[in-house]
């Protein structure tokens, strides 16, 4: 028996829900105006925003990648001003990194161009359909809670 017969409705519909998120999840990262920012670089300036400062071996661990990885895409992002380092409260040893004003105001422009890109895709749609996605939308939050 081939591996697709055995697919159960709900497992044939969590391959296409993921299937589309990804095309979508690509298309949006390809709207950005960020020049030389690598996606890697752009990730890593995105976890400092939503989580906070952190050291880089947290932000390593945050972003999956072995430190001397993590060192290069901090040292890129210093680089151009979009991360600044503090000294760590209680270990001397340590920094801790955060978003620096430019990092935040790339971020907002890179946020600004996506949404704009997603609101033309969204205008583009009957009002029904535009229903469905904010259903969808809500239910897709409901989800990612678990």
Do not use: C
């Not at 989580?51 to 430190?67: C, D, N, S, Y």
């Not at 991360?83 to 801790?96: A, K």
Request: glycine residues 4%.
């Amino acid at each position: 028996m081939a591996p697709s017969s055995r697919r159960t409705p709900a497992t044939q519909l969590a391959m296409e829900v993921r299937d589309a998120i990804t095309r979508l999840n690509r298309r949006l990262r390809r709207t950005r105006p960020l020049g030389e920012t690598t996606v890697a670089q752009l990730s890593a300036l995105l976890s400092l925003d939503a989580a906070g400062a952190m050291t880089p071996r947290e932000l390593a661990e945050t972003e999956r990648v072995q430190p001397p990885t993590m060192t290069r895409i901090v040292a890129k992002l210093e680089e151009r001003g979009f991360v600044q380092r503090t000294p760590h409260p209680t270990d001397g040893r340590q920094v801790v990194l955060a978003p620096s004003q430019a990092g935040r105001d790339m971020l907002a422009e890179y946020r600004r161009a996506r949404d704009e890109w997603l609101a033309r895709q969204l205008a583009a749609l009957s009002p029904e359909e535009r229903d469905t996605v904010q259903r969808a939308a809500e239910i897709f939050n409901r989800l990612a809670k678990d």
